[in-house]
């Protein structure tokens, strides 16, 4: 199974910005997604993670701002992202528990392989 994350870029504060990321492959089932992001210097970090009835959790930092969603008959996850600032600055990267048609009693978490935001004039 395969994540493929989109959609970065550069923007200036106050921007808009719209990540996306698909999951391909020998999916048998995908529960939770979720978007993660590392900044330079720092430790990955959770953004927000989005469950596959639509339950939402948000980091203090992007409450207000930011907006996750999901398209589970595409496989796909989306984080708008909104009033952007300069420490939004990362790679974002995409996440998603699940089960592949390899062994569907297995429990999997896959990683895509991040995309860049820079926030800056």
């Known amino acids: 199974v395969q994540l493929q994350a989109s959609g970065g870029g550069l923007v200036q504060p106050g921007g808009s910005l719209r990540l996306s990321c698909i999951a391909s492959g020998r999916i048998w089932k995908v529960d939770d997604m979720g978007w993660y992001r590392q900044a330079p210097g720092k430790q990955r970090e959770l953004v927000a993670r989005v469950t596959t009835g639509g339950s939402t959790n948000y980091a203090d930092s992007v409450k207000g701002r930011f907006v996750i969603s999901r398209d589970n008959a595409k496989n796909t996850v989306y984080l708008q992202m909104n009033s952007l600032k300069s420490e939004d600055t990362a790679v974002y990267y995409c996440?998603?528990?699940?089960?592949?048609?390899?062994?569907?009693?297995?429990?999997?978490?896959?990683w895509g392989q991040g995309t860049l935001v820079t926030v800056s004039s």
């Open positions: 996440n998603a528990d699940g089960r592949d048609d390899l062994n569907i009693l297995l429990p999997r978490n896959w």
